[in-house]
């Protein structure tokens, strides 16, 4: 397990277990970009959306190479995710209405699927769940092999979104809930190793790629990803309507339905919520020596505004977050 830093908004449970049983984990933490360096051997970023004091918990369990756990979010994020190296990641997630995977809505069968070393992007609802299954696929393979079980794993390399029947699923999700629920210590790690193996097997065996998106896709994503690498690259930010179509060199309409589209909500929240999402990561990492610092980098000038819009969304004041985190250091 890699080590997790001992921040007093998080609770971390290590639990012996006898050889043969799984180990578990369990974090739960009150920020959002705690909760992204929370889930084990995963490179994340998560940007909160919808305002209020975040909650998260992850339960996960470790079986011989094998990472399956659950994550809760009570608010929406947009979440910039890397699975580890020779890897495959399987989610199934709570509510598949308010899900994107690269701006992919989801049907009502769909799971989500990402080799490892593959950067992905994420947009999820509050109050949402997350069941995964991280399996190295060397071992994916050679099991299927040792089974005759003919499958290929190019699907979930080549698309983000693979369609199940509804049975296949059911089972899926029914399993990986019960796993993730049950004490550690009353598992036997072999056989629910092979439980979840034989799971990945059926669900490889009868997926069918899910490789449908609107017309307008292709164009609607560029566009959004054009404002993000300008917004993630910019010392300074744009902070208009005018000035993002401007980037975008589109029309106000073409960029607010690109951003409707692909992320859920509009080019001026976005440009919002991840300002000041840049200010409270920098608070929390201590790249900041001062508040004042922090929003006038990110380019806030107004302190008062700034101070208020920062604790409707995220629930506290910015200097509580510098001195919590501060304090923890």
């Known amino acids: 397990m890699m080590e997790r830093s001992a921040e007093t908004s998080e609770a971390i449970v290590h639990q012996k277990k006898p050889r043969s049983a799984p180990t578990r984990c369990t974090s739960i933490t009150d920020d959002a970009h705690e909760q992204a360096d929370n889930l084990t051997n995963w490179h994340q970023e998560y940007d909160q959306l919808s305002a209020g004091r975040f909650y998260g918990r992850i339960d996960e369990l470790h079986l011989d190479g094998m990472q399956v756990y659950n994550e809760h979010s009570s608010h929406a994020l947009r979440q910039q995710c890397l699975v580890w190296p020779d890897a495959i990641w399987f989610g199934l997630p709570s509510n598949w209405q308010d899900c994107r995977v690269n701006g992919q809505t989801l049907d009502a069968t769909d799971i989500l699927c990402r080799p490892g070393s593959t950067q992905f992007e994420l947009v999820t609802p509050a109050g949402f769940d997350m069941l995964g299954i991280v399996v190295r696929e060397t071992a994916l393979l050679e099991t299927a092999d040792s089974q005759g079980v003919a499958i290929s794993t190019e699907d979930a390399r080549r698309v983000a979104r693979l369609t199940l029947p509804e049975e296949t699923l059911r089972n899926v999700r029914y399993l990986i809930t019960r796993i993730v629920q049950a004490d550690a210590g009353n598992l036997d790690g072999s056989i629910h190793h092979d439980l979840l193996m034989m799971a990945l097997l059926e669900t490889l065996e009868r997926e069918t790629p ?120």
């Open 210 to 329: 899910n490789a449908s998106v609107a017309p307008s896709y292709q164009h609607r994503k560029a566009v959004v990803e054009r404002i993000k690498d300008y917004v993630e690259n910019a010392g300074d930010l744009p902070v208009t309507m005018a000035e993002l179509c401007e980037l975008a060199c589109v029309s106000r309409r073409t960029l607010q339905y690109s951003f409707e589209s692909i992320l859920g909500i509009s080019p001026l929240q976005f440009l919002r919520v991840t300002r000041l999402n840049r200010v409270k990561r920098m608070l929390s990492n201590g790249d900041a020596p001062s508040v004042s610092d922090a929003a006038g980098y990110n380019g806030f000038y107004h302190l008062s505004q700034f101070s208020s819009d920062y604790k409707q969304l995220f629930g506290e004041r910015p200097s509580q977050t510098l001195a919590r985190h501060s304090a923890a250091a």
